[in-house]
């Protein structure tokens, strides 16, 4: 079994930080890329950030220059530091990872979900 656990949603006023974690943890042989979604009320899931094995870094337009994404592939773990926060980043952000099971197929596996509001 695979599972993926965030931690680190909350309040936080606008212009505000917060960082999210997400922990893989089970019958891993190899995570590949790991990312972070958000969906808002009534809106689809989006990507907010991506990350490769090798560290390449993908961010959707609406986070340039204030999300950052990074990853402890020791510890398999993913983070997204999350600063000037607004309105607009309120959502449930989910975690997602790409990984090989010991003796299993590869493929994405998702975390439950942490929800983030900005609001003074």
């Known amino acids: 079994q695979v599972q993926l656990v965030e931690s680190g949603g909350g309040l936080v006023q606008p212009g505000g930080s917060l960082r999210l974690s997400c922990a893989a943890s089970g019958s891993i042989f190899s995570i590949y890329d790991m990312a972070w979604y958000r969906q808002a009320p009534g809106k689809q899931r989006e990507l907010v950030a991506s990350i490769t094995s090798g560290r390449s870094t993908n961010y959707a337009d609406s986070v340039k220059g204030r999300f950052t994404i990074s990853r402890d592939s020791a510890k398999n773990t993913v983070a997204l530091r999350m600063d000037s926060l607004k309105p607009e980043d309120t959502a449930v952000y989910y975690c997602?990872?790409?990984?090989?099971?010991?003796?299993?197929?590869?493929?994405?596996?998702w975390g439950q979900g942490t929800q983030v509001t900005v609001s003074s």
């Open positions: 997602n990872a790409e990984i090989e099971k010991l003796f299993g197929i590869r493929r994405p596996y």
